[in-house]
């Protein structure tokens, strides 16, 4: 597609429950990122795949955080047992490669746990 | 310490005003450097990189001191349109290359 696609735009769940946001790149952009940005705050790095490798799963803060990327494409972020505190927009980001500096951005998926 | 660090701001200036914010870098091997803006409610977009001769776009001016790990960005003549938080972001380098954003800086132009 022409840009960065995110679904679920808004998504309210209860504690507890497990969810799943996806992520369609721009076509062609082996480089892709996962960032949460709760209320105020800035953009806290979750996860980075890029291309065939292994992903980078340094940011993710804890266990019940995962994300997938399938075929080099779409990717899906899931939050299992879902706490309060993972209210946040989970956006998602991709760049034509590993030296690519400019990142495009989703419009996010906002995330309330109530 | 956190990798990139910013003044949250918020900085209300008047337009026409300048306004220069900063930010520091705690990762001696960060490589590339940039400013994105983002626009209330709105996701990031790519404002400028900053190379280190420093580099201007228009009204927008970046500079970067690496013995220092420093990075500006000067806004001249401010325009309404200029409100937005201003996010300084920093490549490093490894393995993986990513890209790191600091909190962000809130401008506020009034009229």
């Known amino acids: 597609g022409a840009g960065v696609s995110q679904s679920p735009s808004n998504k309210v769940t209860e504690k507890g429950k497990d969810v799943e946001l996806r992520c369609d790149p721009i076509?062609?952009?082996?480089?892709l990122y996962w960032y949460r940005q709760s209320l105020g705050q800035g953009l806290e790095f979750l996860i980075y795949?890029?291309?065939?490798?292994?992903?980078?799963k340094s940011g993710l803060p804890s266990d019940r955080f995962s994300a997938e990327r399938t075929g080099g494409s779409v990717s899906t972020l899931t939050i299992q047992r879902t706490q309060q505190e993972d209210s946040a927009v989970y956006l998602c980001?991709?760049?034509?490669?590993?030296?690519?500096?400019?990142?495009?951005f989703g419009a996010g998926s906002r995330l309330t746990v109530l | 310490r956190k990798e990139v660090e910013q003044d949250p701001g918020p900085f209300n200036v008047p337009e026409g005003a300048t306004v220069a914010f900063n930010c520091t870098y705690s990762?001696?091997?960060?490589?590339?450097f940039f400013w994105y803006r983002q626009d209330c409610r709105k996701e990031p977009k790519l404002l400028m990189s900053v190379y280190s001769s420093g580099n201007e776009d228009g009204r927008f001016t970046a500079q970067l001191n690496r013995a220092s790990q420093y990075i500006s960005l000067l806004i001249r003549d401010s325009k309404l349109s200029d409100s937005a938080t201003y996010l300084c972001v920093v490549k490093v380098s490894g393995g993986y290359n990513k890209l790191i954003f600091g909190a962000g800086t809130r401008l506020a132009v009034h009229p």
């Open positions: 980001a991709s760049s034509r490669d590993r030296g690519a500096n400019v990142l495009t």
């Open positions: 076509s062609g952009h082996t480089a």
């Open positions: 795949f890029q291309g065939n490798s292994a992903p980078d």
């Open positions: 990762n001696s091997a960060s490589q590339s």
